[in-house]
């Protein structure tokens, strides 16, 4: 059974830090692209940051370039968000996606974990 279940988010305070996580299972984590999205009310979904599968490429929206870094763990089959500096605009709603192009697409999503930027 694919599972992708994401943790670590809450509420936080403009400037603060937070890290959330994606915990995978059930396909095999290193041959997956992941993407973290994140979804804020009345928005569409957009992608906040990629991360190839074996970690060695990475790439950010521009919103969150030099604040917020995306990394995995392939021996624990985890891919983290770290978040600084954040701003009440960052305040959404985070999924995790795992993507694989081989001959068909395999995709897979989390159900989200909630952030909120607020004094």
């Known amino acids: 059974q694919v599972q992708l279940v994401e943790s670590g988010g809450g509420l936080v305070q403009p400037g603060g830090s937070l890290r959330l996580l994606c915990a995978a299972s059930g396909f095999t984590f290193n041959y997956y692209t992941m993407t973290w999205y994140r979804q804020a009310p009345g928005k569409e979904r957009e992608v906040v940051a990629r991360i190839s599968s074996a970690g060695g490429s990475t790439n950010y929206a521009d919103s969150v370039k030099g604040r917020f870094t995306i990394s995995r763990d392939n021996a624990k089959n985890t891919v983290y968000l770290q978040m600084n500096t954040l701003k009440p605009e960052d305040t959404a709603v985070y999924y995790c996606?795992?993507?694989?192009?081989?001959?068909?697409?395999?995709?897979?999503w989390g159900q989200g974990t909630q952030v909120t930027v607020s004094s």
């Open positions: 996606n795992a993507r694989r192009n081989h001959l068909n697409v395999y995709e897979y």
